[in-house]
Nanobody, 120 residues
């Protein structure tokens, strides 16, 4: 299985920055994609940004130009640099990994989430 450890959430003022990290470990044979999603109470989880092993990156329109996703393939880690944060970015942010795992095959795994709160 895949274990995901997220870090970097917290409280920040509007206009500030935060950097989220998510390290994947376990019996990973191949990583296909890594990404970040977010969820607020009463709403569905939504895509923030994803990056595939071949390179293509996808951002939600609401974060384009403010957030940057990147990876360290040697560490199986994905980062989300969040700049110019707005109160509407307040949410629980979840890491997601699409990977092939020994014996189990290809699977999607989720982190436990990290709270990001942006005060106005």
């Amino acid at each position: 299985q895949v274990q995901l450890v997220e870090s970097g959430g917290g409280l920040v003022q509007s206009g500030g920055s935060l950097r989220l990290s998510c390290a994947a470990s376990g019996s990973i044979r191949r990583l296909y994609a890594m990404g970040w999603y977010r969820q607020t109470p009463g709403k569905q989880r939504e895509l923030v940004a994803t990056i595939t092993s071949s390179g293509p990156i996808n951002y939600a329109d609401s974060v384009k130009g403010r957030f940057t996703i990147s990876t360290d393939s040697a560490k199986n880690t994905v980062y989300l640099q969040m700049n110019s944060l707005k109160p509407e970015d307040t949410a629980v942010y979840y890491c997601n990994v699409d990977a092939e795992v020994f014996i189990l095959g290809r699977m999607s795994s989720w982190g436990r989430g990290t709270q990001v709160t942006v005060s106005s």
